[in-house]
């Protein structure tokens, strides 16, 4: 079946040790997307790739960095992980901008 | 940039009772409408969708959805829930003067539905 698959399903970085989250698409969708969301509340989003085209929100804090290597990957780039930033990790494609969004299971960070 | 907002944060109620969740948007024109369901542990699901057309949508498990333009509302309707019906219901809304499509979220709405 067409996927968005997201790995690892759970990580647990140390404060300030840089963690890299993964997603992958079956879906051979043009834009991906990366969304944080904290308990109870709706999914943020931080930035997406139109194909190689780069949109960070304006809110996104510079320590969150992404990079899509080719049309299936996305990575999600925390470089100096704080106590705030655990949450889960929602990645998402979508055949083109505009459209409908699929999301993968997510994956729950933990900062200790 | 559009706005959503979901009326009531957390519902409760017993199987077979009929269920309706609010959702307005902050501004008229061109829009793409959207609910959401996450089940507990699970992942953000596709219920139903809305771009143009009648209205009145229907999705998946029993949903729908009745789009109405003059009240900027798009509110969920189930006629009669199950057990299995609890989860969180995100509405969404694409802006259609976006170029970039942002999808943005109402707040949720916890529902829990009792045997």
């Known amino acids: 079946d067409a996927m968005v698959i997201q790995n690892p399903r759970y990580q647990v970085t140390q404060f300030g040790k840089p963690v890299t989250l993964s997603c992958s698409q079956t879906l051979n969708h043009n834009v991906m997307y990366w969304y944080q969301q904290k308990s109870s509340q709706a999914p943020k989003l931080l930035f997406h790739y139109y194909d190689k085209d780069f949109n960070n929100e304006a809110d996104t804090p510079d320590n969150f960095q992404s990079r899509r290597p080719n049309t299936s990957f996305c990575f999600l780039d925390i470089r100096s992980p704080g106590l705030g930033d655990a949450a889960m990790y929602l990645c998402a494609t979508s055949r083109r901008l505009q459209e409908t969004q699929y999301f993968g299971p997510g994956t729950r960070l933990l900062v200790l | ?115």
Do not use: M
């Open chain 2, 1 to 115: 940039a559009q706005s959503v907002s979901q009326h009531n944060h957390h519902v409760i109620l017993s199987e077979a009772a009929s269920l309706e969740l609010g959702c307005n948007y902050s501004y008229g024109g061109t829009v793409n409408l959207f609910w959401y369901v996450q089940y507990p542990g699970q992942h953000l699901q596709l219920l139903l969708k809305y771009f143009s057309g009648d209205p009145l949508v229907k999705g998946i498990k029993g949903f729908e959805a009745e789009f109405i333009k003059s009240k900027f509302s798009f509110n969920l309707r189930k006629p009669s829930v199950q057990w299995s019906d609890t989860a969180e219901y995100f509405c969404a809304v694409i802006d259609g003067t976006d170029s970039w499509g942002k999808l943005q979220f109402g707040a949720g709405t916890q529902v829990v539905v009792t045997p």
